[in-house]
């Protein structure tokens, strides 16, 4: 604390410097990354004669929601020309399930691994530590065997199974982390108080997770819906995911290329995370801290 | 309530032994302090008697009921923990009520129960509060509301104290004696201060390196320690040790040990235990409590006299208002007397001291137990 006054006092002139050059930095980079998003909702706002006519980076002359619409309601994808909408409800029905299975399962794998310490745990929490180092291409044949076995080929069930067994690896290390800092004692409290496995995770263990729910939720959510390669591998014509919708609008060749309606397909596309972030994103940061200070 | 007896109880964990078959037995009511240093399994005997974790080998019985294979719910204890562990995300009514809303109890009773040990306890304004809106104090006082409306058979107190200041500290440990005493049940509380083991046990277990070293009343265990470790951790300040050796001075035996150069030959009571006749012309550890070695008392020149006195001189004093801890070198050793504040003289002068021959211990030097 004192050592902070007196650097403010000693150097103001440099300090001001310092920090005017750090927000300079700041604000570049800030440009450099938002200027493709600009680009994206500039040209998606346009109508197609405007984008032939003007240029890349000014501002529409018109603003029209009609790319956004026709992107919605009436884009092809392959052969079929009712928009992207269906795929966005293929893309809810598979990331929701699949986030919640993965975050509850992660919940309780965390909490089995740190405060039931059976025999083996550890060689479990390692087997599933190296889990998350598996790349997605290495599991695509095995998937596809299983799915085919199980008849939930081609399905949005599969891609839920798929999503739920990849991302548990990631988090159950959550929980885990999260939950060693909690201390033991509220367990055997619980324990002698006559609650069981279930009720404890339940009554106690779940209510002091919000942070790592969230980080969990956001993680998952992100991965989910932004995957392509697992929605391209596991299904088909009218299940897809939206990102291989959004795929098939872009590289559509027939007919003129309307980039208007490619933007705003990828900003429906990528709206949803963007929410989630803008929601739960502050508990995001906070919940990634949060296991390593006690207290 | 009821008793507890625990029988040959061992425990490892892979191949570390930590509780080397420990046998305890206390009636109904009584109240048990176990004590000994960080690390000596005192956690783990609670645990086990909790039934937290599971004992390796022999027996706990409460009242006439073998428990080992019961589980903790079902063994009717309760346990106030070092940390508290009150639930964070319950108010301080539900912390109270978990336990019987668990076991059924209906709503209006668990109001009826959560409101009497709120009374008890003065807490009754702090019932809507999340434990993280309590002072430490009230926190423990919370942990302890937990375990009294449960109304239990045993009550198992781990280190509940010890995240307290030194003030309140002093008052919970009274408030806590207090509770016993009102409530007439059966406690086994865990600490490593020496002080709380004294004023709280009805009987205390010293415990050190997973060995149970003595189990009796305070009184018992200050005045007859059975070895040094014992002597040396009950009492503050600790035990003197000196080193010496028993002779025969005239037909009596005595004795004597070496003051810079001068030889202090004090002479056993009469009444002495026969056991200390073989050890003549041997080494033994001489053992006395501060209190012991006081000022050159009253009738101490009569022959016959409990006090024997010797000459020394005064290295250092600490005065604590009632007492001044007059510390003297013996054979290199720090020795400390208690004086009183204005008997004790300057550091650097010289001093006569009473040693009372009724207050000493003899240890062997070897296995360092008591002759
Ligand atoms: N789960 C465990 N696995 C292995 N060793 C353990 C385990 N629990 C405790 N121990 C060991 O058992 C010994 C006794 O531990 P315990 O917690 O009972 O000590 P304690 O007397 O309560 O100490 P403190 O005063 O520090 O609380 C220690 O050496 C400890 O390392
Ligand atoms: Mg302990």
């Known amino acids: 604390m004192a050592d902070l006054q007196t650097y403010g006092q000693d150097s103001g002139l440099k ?8 927000y300079l930095v700041l604000i570049l980079f800030s440009i450099y990354y938002l200027f493709p998003l600009f680009v994206m909702i500039t040209t998606s706002l346009k109508s197609l004669t405007e984008i032939r006519e003007g240029s890349l980076i000014s501002l529409p002359r018109v603003v029209t929601f009609d790319a956004w619409n026709y992107a919605w309601n009436e884009a ?18 598979m990331a929701i399930p699949a986030v919640l299975i993965s975050t509850i399962l992660g919940a309780l794998n965390g909490y089995a691994l740190t405060k039931f310490r059976f025999k083996g745990a550890n060689i479990v929490f390692a087997m599933l530590l190296f889990g998350c180092f598996v790349p997605f291409q290495v599991v695509l044949l095995p998937m596809s065997v299983t799915l085919g076995k199980l008849g939930i080929a081609n399905s949005t069930m599969g891609l839920v199974l798929v999503h739920v067994v990849y991302g548990l690896c990631f988090t159950t290390l959550f929980f885990r982390n999260y939950y060693v800092s909690i201390p033991d004692e509220l367990v055997k409290a619980a324990t002698i108080d006559g609650a069981g ?3 404890i995770f339940w009554r106690i263990i779940l209510p002091i997770s919000g942070p790592i729910i969230v980080v969990s939720i956001i993680w998952q959510f992100t991965q989910i819906w932004n995957d392509f390669l697992f929605g391209a591998s596991f ?25 208007n309606v490619d933007m705003a397909s990828a900003l429906l596309t990528g709206l949803p995370t963007l929410l989630v972030y803008v929601l739960a994103g502050k508990y995001f940061v906070r919940g990634l801290t949060a296991g390593s200070v006690k207290g | 309530m009821a008793s507890l007896t625990l029988d040959k109880v061992r425990k490892t964990f892979g191949s570390v032994e930590v509780l080397k078959e420990i046998n305890l037995a206390i009636e109904d009511g009584e109240f048990l302090v176990l004590v000994g240093p960080s690390g000596c399994g005192k956690s783990t005997l609670l645990n086990l008697i909790a039934g937290l974790e599971t004992s390796s080998d022999g027996e706990i019985r409460i009242g006439d009921r073998v428990i080992n294979n019961v589980h903790p719910k079902d063994r009717n204890i309760a346990m106030v923990f070092q940390s508290y562990a009150l639930y964070p995300n319950m108010t301080v009514r539900k912390n109270i009520t978990f336990g019987l809303e668990i076991r059924g109890v209906s709503a209006s009773e668990r109001d009826k129960a959560v409101d009497d040990v709120a009374r008890l306890l003065q807490i009754e304004n702090l ?33 509940p104290l010890s995240n307290l200041d030194a003030k309140l500290r002093v008052d919970m440990r009274t408030e806590i004696k207090k509770l016993h005493h009102r409530l007439g049940s059966t406690i086994v509380y865990v600490t490593h201060d020496q002080i709380e083991a004294m004023t709280l046990a009805s009987r205390i277990a010293v415990m050190k390196g997973g060995i149970l070293q003595q189990f009796d009343t305070p009184q018992h265990i200050y005045e007859k320690p059975n070895n040094m470790f014992v002597a040396g951790f009950i009492g503050s300040p600790s035990m003197n040790f000196i080193e010496a050796k028993l002779v025969d001075d005239n037909g009596k035996i005595a004795v004597t040990f070496d003051n810079n150069g001068q030889k202090v030959v004090l002479p056993l009571l009469e009444n002495s235990p026969e056991s ?6 041997k080494d033994v550890v001489f053992g006395i409590r501060p209190e012991g070695l006081t000022h050159k008392r009253t009738g101490s020149d009569k022959p016959g006299s409990q006090y024997v006195n010797f000459d020394a ?10 007492d001044t801890m007059t510390v003297i070198n013996l054979g290199g050793k720090e020795i400390v007397a208690r004086v009183r504040p204005d008997r004790a003289t300057n550091p650097g002068e010289m001093m006569t001291f009473s040693a009372d021959m009724n207050q000493i211990s003899l240890f062997d030097p070897t296995t360092e137990l008591r002759i």
């Open chain 1, 76 to 93: 092809c994808v392959g052969v079929e020309c009712s928009g992207i909408k269906t795929f966005f409800w293929n893309s809810v029905q």
């Open chain 2, 127 to 159: 019932l809507d509060r999340k434990p993280s809106q309590l002072s430490g104090g009230q926190r423990q006082r919370v942990a302890m509301g937990r375990a009294l409306v449960r109304n239990p058979d045993i009550f198992l107190f781990d280190e």
């Open chain 2, 313 to 322: 001189k005064v290295e250092v004093i600490e005065p604590t208002g009632a």
């Open chain 2, 276 to 281: 200390y006749k073989s050890w003549v012309g």
């Open chain 1, 15 to 22: 300090h001001t410097l310092l920090r005017g050059l750090l």
């Open chain 1, 197 to 199: 496995f279930f009720t």
């Open chain 1, 235 to 259: 299904s088909s014509g009218g299940s897809a995911p939206m990102t291989v919708a959004l795929n098939n609008i872009v590289n559509t060749t027939t007919g003129v290329k309307q980039y």
